[in-house]
């Protein structure tokens, strides 16, 4: 694709779509690369004073509930893990709900400490809304963009895992969501 039309015909109605341009094919291709590299089994903070914190959404759509998991690390080892469900306002986000209040929880968890955190997600959203790269026009991504703006005690960072991919924390979460609100 040279033209940001070709692009669009080809990402439009895909969630996730990542919109990025290059000066270059070769640049493109190692973008490419790079995002469809293989996962490791768990990922850990280059920075030993970094928390990592795996999350995850779910969502019910029998009881209309959404949940979500999260893992923290400290050093490789795990130190809390909790899944909690939700039915409120927020519901018809489904997951996506799930995902941002675990980013939230992971987040305000590392600020309670006071340690740096790498948020490590399967939903670009997480990222892109914290960032102010995506429009927050509800009042859920509204609110976690302010509180994530507002979080200036700790150095937050993002990573992308692919879902559903064997990385071991993020599985992990998923089930941690699943089992918050009673399903496999």
């Known amino acids: 694709m040279r033209t940001w039309a070709d692009c669009q015909a080809l990402t439009k109605g895909f969630s996730g779509a990542i919109y990025k341009s290059f000066t270059t094919e070769q640049e493109a291709r190692a973008f490419i690369e790079g995002v469809s590299s293989h996962q490791p089994a768990h990922i850990v903070a280059h920075n030993p004073d970094e928390l990592v914190a795996y999350v995850d959404g779910s969502y019910n759509k029998f009881t209309e509930e959404f949940a979500y998991g999260m893992v923290i690390l400290e050093n490789d080892t795990v130190i809390h893990e909790e899944g909690k469900k939700f039915k409120n306002e927020f519901s018809s986000m489904r997951n996506v709900a799930g995902e941002v209040y675990g980013a939230t ?19 670009t959203g997480i990222e892109h809304w914290a960032k102010g790269e995506w429009k927050t026009n509800n009042a859920l991504t509204k609110g976690y963009r302010e509180y994530v703006a507002a979080v200036n005690t700790i150095k937050i960072t993002f990573h992308k895992v692919a879902a559903h991919t064997g990385v071991e924390y993020n599985e992990r979460v998923d089930r941690l969501a699943k089992q918050a609100l009673g399903i496999k």
């Open 105 to 123: 929880r992971a987040i305000e968890y590392a600020a309670a400490l006071g340690k740096d955190v790498g948020i490590y997600y399967d939903y």
